[in-house]
C-alpha cells in the first residue's frame, strides 16, 4: 500500500478536526479537541465523535512535532468546536 499524507485526505473529509497522536495514529474528530485529549489517544466519552484514520489508511507521520499537527478541516464554524 502506498503511504499518503494527511494533506492528500483533507480535501475529501467533511468538517471538523484532524490530529495525529504521540504514536503516529491520525484521527479526524467532529469537536475541537485539546491537546491533552489526543495525547494519549481516544477518551472513551468522545468515541462517536471520532474516526481513526489511521486504520484505513498509511498515513506518513506529520513533519515536525506531532503536538502542533492538530488541522481544520472545512469550515470550523459548522462544527462543534469547544475553545
Known amino acids: 500500500m502506498k503511504q499518503i499524507t494527511i494533506y492528500d485526505l483533507l480535501p475529501l473529509m467533511k468538517p471538523g478536526f484532524v490530529a495525529m497522536d504521540k504514536d503516529g495514529t491520525w484521527c479526524w474528530y467532529n469537536f475541537r479537541t485539546s491537546h491533552n485529549d489526543f495525547i494519549w489517544g ?42
Open 42 to 83: 481516544f477518551n472513551a466519552n468522545f468515541m462517536d465523535e471520532y474516526i481513526c484514520l489511521s486504520n484505513a489508511f498509511d498515513i506518513a507521520p506529520f513533519e515536525g512535532d506531532w503536538k502542533d499537527s492538530l488541522m481544520v478541516v472545512g469550515n470550523e464554524n459548522s462544527t462543534n468546536s469547544e475553545d
